[in-house]
T-cell receptor, first 115, second 115 residues
Framework: QKEVEQDPGPLSVPEGAIVSLNCTYSNSAFQYFMWYRQYSRKGPELLMYTYSSGNKEDGRFTAQVDKSSKYISLFIRDSQPSDSATYLC???????????????FGKGTLLTVNP | NAGVMQNPRHLVRRRGQEARLRCSPV?????VYWYRQLPEEGLKFMVY????????ESGMPKERFSAEFPKEGPSILRIQQVVRGDSAAYFCASSPLGHRTDTQYFGPGTRLTVL
């Protein structure tokens, strides 16, 4: 079983739709959770960072973490064509005395928002 | 306000040649990380460096791969005697001293093609 599972899609939605992207993980040591957006032929861009179970909102984006189910989600409201990209979840384990630099990524979900 | 810079953006090598990938972190960042993204795979951690020190190279293949981050100049990822399986996108990320090391800012990547 892979440490992080992410449905690769592709996912195609009309403009204005609510998008739900998800990852599951198996390693209980993961305590910090990130979502990255990666446009074609570009580097990943950090979108959201969370560490506790529950929701974190930033504009049209909401990150949700359920540690008991080992499940994280990213919701995009009022999706725009400019949101078309690959979305990567990433996680890191806690480390005594500080954060852990070793990020474990999902494979990414390709999202297309159609005008 | 320049982000992480990588060059070259595209590199073509024949089997057996050497590949040198360069990364200039965000100005003021002293932590550098290298990740590899194979086709249809998520990003995989390779190595973590600070100035003049390799902190963790547990994700690097034992042979042919090396990395450095000298006191002056960019970080270099070096692949000797490349093989077709080395074809991938190589991403560099950086984070500032004193901040969480799992908050990493990525460059645009170098896409290596081995013929």
């Amino acid at each position: 079983q892979k440490e992080v599972e992410q449905d690769p899609g592709p996912l195609s939605v009309p403009e204005g739709a609510i998008v739900s992207l998800n990852c599951t993980y198996s390693n209980s040591a993961f305590q910090y959770f990130m979502w990255y957006r990666q446009y074609s032929r570009k580097g990943p861009e950090l979108l959201m960072y969370t560490y506790s179970s529950g929701n974190k909102e930033d504009g049209r984006f909401t990150a949700q973490v359920d540690k008991s189910s080992k499940y994280i989600s990213l919701f995009i409201r009022d999706s725009q064509p400019s949101d078309s990209a690959t979305y990567l979840c990433a996680m890191s384990a806690s480390k005594s005395g500080g954060s852990n630099y070793k990020l474990t990524f999902g494979k990414g979900t390709l999202l297309t928002v159609n005008p | 306000n320049a982000g992480v810079m990588q060059n070259p953006r595209h590199l073509v090598r024949r089997r057996g040649q050497e590949a040198r990938l360069r990364c200039s972190p965000v100005k003021g960042h002293s932590h550098v990380y290298w990740y590899r993204q194979l086709p249809e795979e998520g990003l995989k951690f390779m190595v973590y460096l600070q100035k003049e020190n390799i902190i963790d190279e547990s994700g690097m293949p034992k042979e042919r791969f090396s990395a450095e981050f000298p006191k002056e100049g960019p970080s270099i990822l070096r692949i000797q005697q490349v093989v077709r399986g080395d074809s991938a996108a190589y991403f560099c990320a950086s984070s500032p001293l004193g901040h969480r090391t799992d908050t990493q800012y990525f460059g645009p990547g170098t896409r290596l093609t081995v013929l």
